[in-house]
Structures are given as structure tokens and as C-alpha cells.
């Protein structure tokens, strides 16, 4: 069976890719591969855990393509190289232009720790999303899986899963829960979902 290539897009920690590399390995990601991982910064931890598993990595950074287009020319040049059928972005910090994202249309991933439409958009990212979910006192947040479009997390839904906020959290409590609860189980869920998708149309 012909599997799915995919590349993973990713800025921190990489717990998120590393959910990803497990399935792989747990065999509940059979119908896609991770065969490239691509960070914007250099430190970034997922590098070593892509390299632990063996995969490809690299990076593309912003002193070296300061200007947007050849920052994601580059991108594309490495994706195509790759023979890249779907793009997960982990965690990936940038947002993407529309010239980028309607070269792959549903082919692009993403997960936002929050319960889309709520905590989403243009400067929500990593901590700073539990944070604004606690200042408002929500009690239910979650995650959210979907296909990346021009609008930052505007693209279709694929997959969400509530998760409780408690009484004491803290930002960094509550996306440890977030991403215990929600994102670990849907990334890879969701990476198997569309790997089978794209496959079986070949
Ligand atoms: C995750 O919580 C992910 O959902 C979030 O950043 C964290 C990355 O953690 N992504 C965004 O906020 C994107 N808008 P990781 O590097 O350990 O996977």
C-alpha cells in the first residue's frame, strides 16, 4: 500500500510531532510516513526528537530568508523535493501566506490548543491561548484539528475534543492538560484520517 509523505512543520518543544512519531511507530499512523521534518528555529527541540526517530530534518530561518516569499520558496522547494502529499504544521509559530497555502489545498494540518472558533486567529498561539481562555473564565476548552486555508485557523474542522479547565490552573497546567487530553490523540488521528483519504484517490 502506497503511504502518504509527510512533512511536519514545527518552532518548539515537539511533543506534538513527537505524538506523531509514536503513532507511526504504535502502528496507528499506517497510511502516511513522516519523512521530513522542517523547523524555523534552530534550537528547536523537535530536531532532536525527528533525528532520535531517524527522519529527515531542516531548518529554514528567518536571518536566512528575512522576506516572506523566499522564506516560503524555500519551503517549497524542500516539500516538493520531498514529495511532500500532506504538511502537518506542530506547533509551527508562523502564519502562512495565501500564496502558500493555496498551493495545497486540504493538504495542510493544523492543531491550535483551543475549541475553534474561541482563542483562535492572528496572535493566538502556544501559552498565550490558555492564558486568554483562563482571563475569560471559560470552564470547557479543548483542541482543534483542521485544514489550513488563508485564514489563520479558519480552514475546515477535521477534529476537536473538549478538555475541562479546573479550579488552581495556571496557563502552563492548563496546556499540559490540553495537550495530554486533546492534541496527542487527535493529531495523529487526524494525520491517519487524511493520509487515508489522499491515498486511497491514487
Ligand atoms: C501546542 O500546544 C500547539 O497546539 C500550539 O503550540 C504548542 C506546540 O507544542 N500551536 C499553536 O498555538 C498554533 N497556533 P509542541 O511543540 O510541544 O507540539
Not at 493538504?107 to 490548543?113: D, K, M, S, W, Y
Not at 479558519?154 to 496546556?175: H, M, S
Amino acid at each position: 500500500m502506497r503511504q502518504a509523505n509527510i512533512a511536519v512543520l514545527v518552532s518548539g518543544g515537539g511533543t506534538n510531532l513527537q505524538a506523531l512519531l509514536d503513532a507511526e511507530k504504535a502502528g496507528t499512523l499506517v497510511s502516511g510516513k513522516i519523512v521530513l521534518v522542517i523547523s524555523d528555529k534552530a534550537d528547536a527541540y523537535a530536531l532532536t526528537r525527528a533525528k532520535n526517530a531517524g527522519v529527515r530534518t531542516e531548518t529554514v530561518l528567518k536571518r536566512d530568508f528575512p522576506e516572506k516569499a523566499a522564506f516560503e520558496a524555500r519551503l517549497v522547494e524542500l516539500l516538493t523535493e520531498a514529495k511532500t502529499d500532506l504538511i502537518i504544521l506542530a506547533g509551527f509559530m508562523r502564519i502562512l501566506s495565501a500564496d502558500f497555502t493555496s498551493r495545497y489545498p486540504n493538504r495542510i494540518l493544523n492543531v491550535h490548543p483551543a475549541l475553534i472558533p474561541s482563542f483562535c486567529g492572528e496572535g493566538f498561539y502556544g501559552l498565550k491561548v490558555h492564558e486568554a481562555a483562563l482571563k475569560k473564565g471559560v470552564k470547557v476548552t479543548g483542541a482543534t484539528v483542521h485544514f489550513v486555508n488563508e485564514i489563520p485557523d479558519g480552514g475546515e474542522i477535521i477534529l476537536q475534543k473538549a478538555v475541562d479547565v479546573l479550579p488552581g490552573d495556571t496557563p502552563e497546567i492548563l496546556q499540559r492538560r490540553v495537550m495530554e487530553q486533546a492534541e496527542w490523540i487527535l493529531l495523529p488521528k487526524a494525520a491517519e484520517l487524511v493520509s487515508r483519504e489522499l491515498t486511497e484517490e491514487q
